[in-house]
C-alpha cells in the first residue's frame, strides 16, 4: 500500500463483536450491467484501484453481492483483496437468495430456501477465494413461500458450521426480523436510508438498536442524487437501472434538486462536501452502525465521502437540515433523528 493508512471511527456491528468504520465501500456498480443491479460497464482495473484507494483511506469493510452483475462483483473484490497485504485487507460482507437464469429476459426469484441459501454461500465462497464470509446476509425477503424460520436456520447453521462469521438480512421489515430473531439473533440489518428516502427512521432502525442488531445503510447519498453532479437534463439522459427510480421521476426530482441547493448551503458552512454532509445525516440516527457508499469509479470519487464520519452534524445542523426538509416537502419519513 501507499502512505499509512488513517484511521477511520469505527462502530460495533451489534453484539456479534465486529468493528467497522463508519463508511463502507459498496460494490453493486462494479459488477456491470446484470438484472437491474449494475450500472454502466467500467474497467475491473479501475473498480480494483477504487477499493483499493478506500482501503488506503481508511475503510475496514466492503460489502458486495452475489446478484451484482452475476458474480461478478464478488470476483472482482476478490481481485482488489488479493492485492491489498494479509494485514491491511477489509472485512468482506456478501449477500445471497437470488436464483437467476442465463437469459437476462427473465427476472431473478428470490429464493430463501435453505438448500438454496447454503449453494449460494458456497458460491460465494468460492468466487471471493476465502473460507469464510465475515457477514453473509439475505438479500430480500423470499417470494416463492418458504417460511423465513427455515431460511434463518440454515443460516444459524452455516455460522455453526464456521463458514459464516455474522449472519444478517437486507430489506427486510419488523415483522420478518421478529420471527428471525426468534430462531436465532439477527446480527444485523441493511436497508435503505437517506435524506430523502427517511422511512427507515420510523421504525426499523429503532427496531435494530433495541434488539442489538447493527444496522447498514444503504443509498445514502440516493443513486447519486445527492451528489449535486448532475443537472436535471444529465439525469433526463441517464441510461442505466436509475431511469426506474421513482425518485428520478419530474415531481420529486424537482423535490430533490431543490433539497440539493438548500444542503448545499448547509455543506458549505460545515466545510463539507454535498455527499460528506448525505452521509454524515445518516450517521447522526442512533442505532445505525455504518453507511455503505456504492457507485464509486475511482479514488477521486472515493475521496467525496470517505471523510464524512470527520464531519457530525450537531443538534443546530441537524435543525438545518430539518427545515430544508419541510421548506422543499423533499422525499419521505422523519425529517429529524430521534431525541
Known amino acids: 500500500m501507499g502512505a499509512m493508512k488513517v484511521q477511520l471511527p469505527a462502530r460495533s456491528l451489534g453484539t456479534g463483536g465486529l468493528r467497522i468504520t ?22 475491473d482495473a479501475d473498480s480494483v484501484a477504487a477499493i483499493k484507494h478506500a482501503v488506503e483511506r481508511g475503510v475496514n469493510w466492503v460489502d458486495t453481492a452475489a446478484g451484482y452483475g452475476l458474480g461478478h462483483s464478488e470476483e472482482v473484490v476478490a481481485r482488489a483483496v488479493r492485492e491489498i497485504p494479509a494485514s491491511d485487507r477489509p472485512l468482506v460482507f456478501t449477500k445471497g437468495g437470488l436464483r437467476w437464469f442465463d437469459d437476462p429476459r427473465h427476472q431473478p426469484v428470490r429464493d430463501l430456501r435453505p438448500e438454496s441459501i447454503r449453494a449460494d454461500a458456497e458460491a460465494s465462497l468460492r468466487r471471493l477465494g476465502v473460507d469464510h464470509i465475515d457477514l453473509y446476509q439475505l438479500h430480500w425477503p423470499d417470494q416463492i413461500g418458504t417460511p423465513v424460520e427455515e431460511s434463518w436456520g440454515e443460516m444459524a447453521r452455516l455460522v455453526g458450521e464456521g463458514k459464516v462469521r455474522l449472519a444478517g438480512v437486507a430489506n427486510f421489515g419488523v415483522g420478518l426480523l421478529e420471527r428471525a430473531e426468534r430462531v436465532r439473533h439477527v446480527d444485523s440489518l441493511q436497508t435503505p436510508f437517506c435524506v430523502v428516502s427517511r422511512e427507515a427512521g420510523a421504525e426499523l432502525i429503532g427496531w435494530a438498536r433495541r434488539n442489538g442488531t447493527g444496522v447498514i445503510v444503504y443509498s445514502p447519498i440516493q443513486s447519486d442524487l445527492l451528489t449535486g453532479r448532475f443537472s436535471r437534463e444529465e439525469l433526463a439522459n441517464l441510461d442505466d437501472r436509475r431511469r426506474q427510480d421513482p425518485e428520478y421521476l419530474e415531481h420529486s426530482l424537482t423535490r430533490t434538486l431543490a433539497l440539493v441547493e438548500e444542503l448545499r448551503t ?7 462536501t454535498l455527499p460528506e454532509l448525505a452521509v454524515a445525516w445518516t450517521l447522526s440516527w442512533p442505532g445505525v452502525t455504518g453507511a455503505v457508499v456504492s457507485g464509486s469509479r475511482s479514488p477521486e470519487q472515493v475521496d467525496g465521502w470517505v471523510k464524512a464520519p470527520f464531519h457530525p452534524l450537531t443538534p443546530h445542523d441537524l435543525d438545518d437540515v430539518a427545515q430544508a426538509l419541510t421548506a422543499t416537502s423533499a422525499g419521505r419519513g422523519p425529517a429529524r433523528p430521534p431525541a
Do not use: S
Open 22 to 43: 463508519e463508511v463502507g465501500f459498496g460494490a453493486q456498480g462494479i459488477g456491470g450491467r446484470g438484472y437491474g443491479y449494475g450500472t454502466n460497464p467500467q474497467a
Open 266 to 272: 448547509i455543506a458549505a458552512r460545515l466545510g463539507a
